[in-house]
């Protein structure tokens, strides 16, 4: 009997050890997580953070410009979010922006190091110092080479535009959603300063490649991604959505490769004809920084960068002329004589 009590005796202390030990585990995290990443004195206001994950499932990632935008209303123009192990200081307003990207524009010149980035992109948007501003230069040279910003680039756009009207005709007065048309516009025109020659939208490489890129972009806003972000050590090593981004891009580099390929054989560097061209003319000059990897990411950077925000504010323009009727005949907008042209910017 004796011997039975201490066997449950010496049981039960070994689960109260086990119990205590994992309880100081806890708490010790938690202490250590708080002491580390709570809000310093000065620091800009915002939401109460969780423990480890801070405010990543605060935010609505369907829909996060409108749920930052609520925040202001608590904490004001400039507030801060925990996105798991990081700070991020959110800016609203005019005002806000201007202050930090202009009048302190040095301070904000550089970009966060972000892992899910940092793991894929190479090119324009995502490095810093020597080599963005090498690849920087290179690309708006060459790109206002072929009328980018420029008013010879106005045939083009046009042109363009010629397939767009066709496209809306074919609906014949009925309603439809224009997401698509607009985004393969853009995307065409970038097309044509990239590759040398636009795509028809019937074309199934085209419309796998509008798909990719309409994938990539909600798959980078995803909770899983912000969770890479928060944990890449973690989470590089489980499945998930983030590792879905991984194939896409490796898809649409797939996509550039070929069209680099093509390129390569047709090259003359005595006839440069768009922005790959000038790209491989730049790989063989002596002590060259430029090589096909960074080209495969400039390119996907430049639809990245060029094709998703363009499309997005014309949208938004097509939805304020409805809203606002008034303001659709050109009379309203540009003059009863004018003509609208390329050097008529909003």
């Not at 202490?31 to 990543?56: E, H, M, S």
């Not at 930052?68 to 801060?80: A, R």
Request: net charge neutral; glycine share 6%.
């Amino acid at each position: 009997l004796i011997s039975r009590m201490d066997s449950l005796f010496s049981g039960f202390f070994v689960n109260l050890d086990a119990t205590a030990l994992l309880l100081f585990i806890v708490v010790f995290i938690l202490t250590a997580d708080y002491i580390k990443n709570r809000r310093l004195t000065g620091f800009p206001p915002g939401p109460t953070a969780l423990p480890i994950v801070g405010n990543i499932f605060t935010l609505d990632h369907k829909r996060t410009h409108e749920k930052v935008f609520i925040f202001t209303g608590t904490y004001g123009d400039v507030y801060s979010l925990r996105m798991g192990q990081r700070w991020v200081v959110v800016l609203n307003g005019f005002e806000a922006v201007t202050q930090a990207l202009v009048t302190q524009g040095d301070s904000f010149s550089d970009r966060p190091s972000i892992p899910l980035h940092d793991d894929i992109f190479h090119g324009l948007v995502f490095s810093n110092g020597n080599t963005w501003k090498q690849q920087r230069r290179f690309a708006l040279s060459t790109l206002k080479y072929f009328g980018f910003g420029k008013k010879s680039l106005e045939p083009v756009i046009l042109e363009e535009f010629t397939y767009v009207a066709k496209e809306i005709s074919a609906y014949k007065g009925k309603p439809f959603n224009p997401h698509l048309i607009v985004n393969n516009t853009v995307a065409n025109i970038i097309c044509l300063l990239v590759f040398g020659h636009r795509f028809e939208y019937s074309d199934e490489q085209f419309k796998k490649l509008m798909k990719l890129f309409e994938q990539g972009t909600q798959l980078e806003v995803s909770v899983s991604a912000q969770l890479y972000n928060a944990f890449p050590q973690l989470m590089r090593r489980l499945p998930g959505p983030h590792q879905k981004f991984k194939r896409v891009i490796e898809e649409l580099k797939d996509f550039i490769r070929t069209e680099v390929k093509d390129h390569k054989q047709k090259w003359d560097p005595s006839d440069l004809r768009d922005y790959i061209d000038y790209y491989l003319n730049e790989i063989q000059t002596d002590d060259s920084t430029f090589d096909e990897e960074c080209l495969f990411m400039s390119v996907l950077d430049l639809f990245g960068a060029g094709s998703e925000t363009t499309s997005t504010t014309l949208r938004w323009a097509f939805l304020y002329m409805v809203k606002y009727p008034e303001i659709q005949g050109m009379r309203v907008v540009q003059g009863q004589k004018a003509q609208i042209k390329q050097l008529n910017k909003p």
